[in-house]
């Protein structure tokens, strides 16, 4: 089974991710984790890299086209794909289909951005696996310490999750990755789900609403 998940950033995809690729045993592609990971090690692709992920754009749809075809026909992925924060822009989403990659659905979560920019303030991650937290609903068992097994890495604010950057990332977001939906849409692929305190609904309700769906359909 192919996944994608969509949403703004901070729409709660990452934690999503989380419990969707451990219920159903799919491999996480999260092309943020992996450019993340290119910085991390002082690659060339990570630092220039940075320099869009700071300025809160989008890295050029080649540098993550290749990256992502580097690994989801691997051995790895055979059972299934759940792609977080790919595809980003509809030039990716035609690359993941002449890759020969066939998408089963889409899930949408559908936050409205006031509570996106408040979440995104109280968002931290690991900065050794980027396991997701948030210091509201989901702090660390251990303050400043990342609670996943055999992980040691610290708790930190990403530096993207600064209020300006914030506010730039979800203007790109509106721009190139809205559409993303539509596109999914148009070929009947998206779940589209309403979350966030408004819609009285978190993450975790989603995803069993989502999988009920999911189970249902197959
Ligand atoms: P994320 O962790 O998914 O929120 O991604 C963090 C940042 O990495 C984004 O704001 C972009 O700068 C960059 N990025 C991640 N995935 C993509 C993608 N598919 N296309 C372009 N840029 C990406």
Redesign the pocket.
């Known amino acids: 089974m192919i996944i994608v998940m969509l949403g703004a ?1 901070g729409s709660g995809k ?1 934690t999503a991710s989380e419990r969707l690729k451990k219920d159903l045993n799919l491999m996480h592609i ?4 992996m ?1 993340r990971e290119q910085i991390k090690m002082g690659t060339e692709l990570g630092m220039k ?1 940075k320099e ?2 700071d300025a ?4 050029p ?1 080649e540098v ?1 086209i290749n990256m992502v075809k580097a690994v989801i026909n691997s051995k790895e992925a055979a059972n299934g794909v759940l792609l ?6 509809v030039p ?1 989403a035609e690359a993941l289909k002449e890759f020969g990659v066939n998408v089963d659905i889409a899930l949408n979560i559908d936050v409205p951005n006031e509570e996106i920019v408040e979440r995104m303030g109280k968002r931290r991650c690991c900065d050794k696996c980027g396991a997701t937290y948030s210091l509201d609903f989901k702090p660390p068992k251990e303050e400043g310490k990342c609670d996943t097994v055999g992980c040691s890495g610290n708790i930190i604010q990403r530096d ?1 999750d600064k209020p300006e950057t914030v506010r730039a ?1 979800l203007e790109v977001y509106e721009k190139q990755t809205k559409p993303i939906a539509e596109f999914y849409k148009a070929q009947d692929k998206l779940y589209n789900a309403k979350a966030g305190d408004k819609a009285g609904k978190n993450t975790y309700q989603v995803v069993d609403e989502f999988e009920e769906f999911i189970s249902k359909k197959s």
Do not use: C, H, K, W
């Open positions: 950033p990452g999260s092309t943020g984790n450019l890299a869009y992920m809160g754009e989008l890295v749809d993550i977080d924060g790919f595809p980003r822009t990716q993207d990332r």
